[in-house]
């Protein structure tokens, strides 16, 4: 990769209202977080939507469609919408919305895993809304359900049928070898897209080892047939995005992942801290790819191929 491909997880399904009043929550917030995103440099913006009601995640197509439209409207960013969701969703709620926008990417979680948050509700005493501390209490006991014939009738039904490409998110190694296994069975085209995350409980840990490991790894199983972009939970944001540049890589950053923009310090906007890696990165003597360029490298069908 000659560019840094940056993606911003705008929203997403893990934080709650009470942690950051920057946190998107309306079809409007949402809109205007992703499009200053895009314009302070992200290439891909990658999109959950939420009860405006009271922030809880939602599957709704009918929410993402009142800020899908706007979103491709004003910027020309890559959009990326989640089959992930949130806590407690089935997979029928989590293709729904994917299923009526048939966008370029969607996020395709590479295998079942504990997912825990509990260890969030400690930090906070006085909540906004009552859904929000037994949401991240009752992930004790949750186990995010990603099973080979999940990802199957995600393929068929998102890939075969609405050529959407896919960004393949593995939190441990054993997710590579489970994209390994798919891949044997014909279900994705080479090159795949590949988004490392570390820092979630149940997945591997947020150690600069092992980024090295899974990199490692993924060579091993896919040679020269794959991209990858790494994302880090909370602390670990900026580090690892910059380690993973270095290592001929790519990003991801948005309030999805982290909420803070410095030590102690909550960022304002997902802007912000696109426009904090996009700032390291350049200095680094990296240059940073647009939309098109994202396209490009990624084969994705185009904008106007989608059905928002």
């Known amino acids: 990769m000659s560019k840094v491909i940056i993606t911003c997880a705008v929203t997403g399904g893990i934080h709650t209202p009470t942690m950051s009043d920057a946190l998107p929550i309306t079809p409007n917030e949402i809109a205007e977080q992703a499009i200053a995103a895009a314009d302070a440099g992200a290439a891909i913006l990658h999109l959950h939507a939420r009860d405006p009601k009271d922030g809880r995640p939602t599957p709704d197509p009918a929410v993402f469609m009142e ?28 293709l729904a919305a994917p299923l009526i926008a048939a966008p370029e990417m969607c996020s395709l979680n590479m295998g079942s895993m504990n997912f825990a948050l509990h260890p969030l509700a400690k930090r906070y005493s006085n909540w906004k809304h009552d859904w929000e501390e037994p949401y991240l209490t009752g992930t004790k ?7 080979f014939g999940d990802i199957e009738r995600i393929y068929k039904m998102l890939g075969e049928e609405h050529g959407t490409k896919f960004e393949h998110e593995c939190y441990d190694v054993g997710h590579l070898y489970n994209l390994a296994h798919c891949l044997d069975q014909g279900w994705f085209k080479p090159p795949v897209f590949l988004q490392f995350i570390f820092g979630i409980l149940g997945g591997i840990g947020p150690d600069m080892d092992n980024l090295m490991f899974m990199k490692r790894t993924a060579d091993k199983l896919f040679g020269k047939d794959y991209y990858f972009s790494v994302l880090a939970a ?20 948005g309030l999805e992942d982290s909420l803070f923009i410095g030590r102690g310090k909550l960022a304002s906007s997902n802007a912000e801290q696109v426009a904090k890696i996009r700032r390291i990165l350049e200095e680094l003597g990296h240059e940073i790819a647009t939309p098109d360029e994202a396209r490009t490298t990624l084969g994705l069908k185009g904008a106007d191929k989608v059905s928002f």
């Open 234 to 253: 909370g602390r670990h944001q900026m580090p690892f995005a910059t380690q993973a540049a270095m290592l001929g890589g790519n990003v991801r950053v």
């Open 67 to 94: 800020f899908l439209p706007r979103i491709k409207q004003a910027t020309d960013a890559v959009i990326n919408i989640t089959t992930g969701g949130g806590l407690n969703m089935t997979v029928e709620d989590r």
């Open 141 to 147: 006991d949750f186990i995010f359900r990603n099973t």
